[in-house]
């Protein structure tokens, strides 16, 4: 299964979100862990010397002050605060506010002093939720004093719409006798309402957000600027030539699919190159070698040419028709150069047309060295032939087959000293597969071939010892190698450990 990695337009994307994500996260936990205790400690101080400062005018506005002058006194110092209700409780048990209360606000209020006194500020109503008011809307906690009437703070079953928090409770005297109390409330501190309003505190995320989110974005911009700039310099190295050079870890994303890429490309191209260099030194030899092996016939043909129409040179008959021979040999060996680099160059386009049928190969091998004993016994050397009696079946061009043992033979004939010893021997392979192989040995004992030239036998124009003989062409390997691939199958060459050489061929069976 091909799974594509996430583009790099995605990466990023995602990285900016996941950086976005973990600077709202982080800028959460230090509101929880470090500001919301502090701010709590702030609010709970302010809360203290606004509930002191009332509790003073109170006492100041004398005796028997009115509950509405106390009403407005508590308005008044809690304006601005949204979160703070401040309520006056008589020490004959009423509850005085900046708006109405129900009747039980007292009985409310003095649970709520009493639990203070004993160590527990908070007093939580038996539905902590916020529960609907009674036109069908829902309404934030509000103080007594600041808007939104009793709904605000009770309900009408004079219950208390939220939990409360009692942070301070400064006592009214009058002649050393107490005749009341002022109650800062504060609902439980929730880190989402840190700050004057929750709309608000949710922009305290921002610039932290956008902050992190920009040193990430710079990270990976830098890391793609670095990338891109590696392309640049392989790209600079490749315009100068160096095909060698290559994009280094180029990763799973766009870029990293766009390096390998040009990885490829390189590499392909560096092969193309190396494969022109290598037609190139071969066009050359195979330009040095037919200039040489023309250049030879050439010479002679011309100077016995000269000779003969030179009438200065008196010739007898005899030579007459020696010069002539000669120069009809040269010209013959000329021929059958030219015939062979055609045979070859039509080889190797794919010009020349393969009849193939089912041929018996050990038939074929039979009759070849039948046609060649006689020129092996005019030679003093000896032809084995090791083949099996049963046949061995092959889809191949009879003629072009032929032609093969034809070279080989041939090449046995130059180069194997008088009296030495030809062997053929065709023996079949069986494969697990069940598909079985023919294999051709053409073995000699004569020089073999020098550890220089053993990787050389199957190009143009070479002959293992040119100082020895001057005849053949060089081209008989070369055809023989090409024959052989066009019918799928191998040709190897190789020094026999006793001394000579040996030339094997294998190809599939039928």
Partial sequence: MNVRSPSLFVTF??????????????????????????????????????????????????????????????????????????????????????????????????????????????????????????????????????????????????????????????????????????????????????????????????????????????????????????????ADRWSQGDLDARVPNPGQDELGRLSTRLNTMASNLS??????????????????????????????????????????????????????????????????LVQGLLDLSRLEAGATNTNRERIDWSSLCSHTLQRFRSQFEEGELRLVWQGDDQPAWIEADGRRMEQVIDNLLSNALRYVPRGGTVEVQLETLASESGASTHRLHVRDDGPGFTENDLPLVFERFYRGDRARTSEGTGLGLAIVQEIIQQHDGRVSAQNRKNGGASVTIELPSA
């Fill in 13 to 234: 994307a995602a990285s900016f979100l996941a950086v976005l994500l973990l600077g709202a996260v982080l800028q959460a936990l230090v509101l929880v862990w470090l500001v919301q205790p502090l701010w709590d400690q702030w609010e709970t101080s302010r809360a203290g010397g606004i509930s002191a400062r009332s509790a003073r005018e109170i006492s100041l506005a004398g005796p028997q002050v009115p509950d509405g002058t106390i009403a407005e006194i508590l308005a008044r110092n809690s304006m601005g605060e949204e979160r703070l209700s401040l309520a006056y409780l008589t020490s004959d048990g009423r509850a005085v506010g900046s708006s109405e209360l129900p009747p039980v606000a007292g009985m409310f209020f003095q649970r709520l002093v009493q639990n203070f006194e004993n160590g527990n500020p908070e007093l939580a109503n038996p539905d902590p939720m916020e529960r609907p008011a009674p036109d069908g809307r829902r309404r934030g906690f509000g103080p007594p004093n600041g808007g939104g009437g009793r709904d605000a703070l009770f309900d009408r079953r004079g219950q208390p719409r939220r939990p409360l928090r009692v942070v301070s409770v400064d006592t009214v005297r009058e002649d050393d006798a107490v005749v009341g109390r002022v109650i800062a409330l504060l609902p439980p501190l929730r880190w989402h309402q840190l700050g004057r309003g929750s709309s608000r505190n949710l922009l305290g995320f921002v610039p932290v957000a956008i902050l992190l989110s920009a040193i990430g974005g710079l990270v990976v911009f830098r890391l793609l600027v670095r990338r891109i700039r590696s392309l640049e310099v392989v």
């Fill in 271 to 336: 092969q193309a190159r190396q494969q022109i260099e290598s037609n190139e030194i071969q066009r050359r030899r195979l330009l040095a070698d037919i200039s040489h092996e023309l250049a030879t016939p050439l010479t002679s043909i011309r100077g016995y040419t000269e000779t003969l129409l030179n009438p200065s040179i008196e010739i007898s008959d005899e030579e007459r028709k020696r010069y002539m021979e000669n120069s009809l040999e040269e010209a013959e060996r000329m021929d059958h």
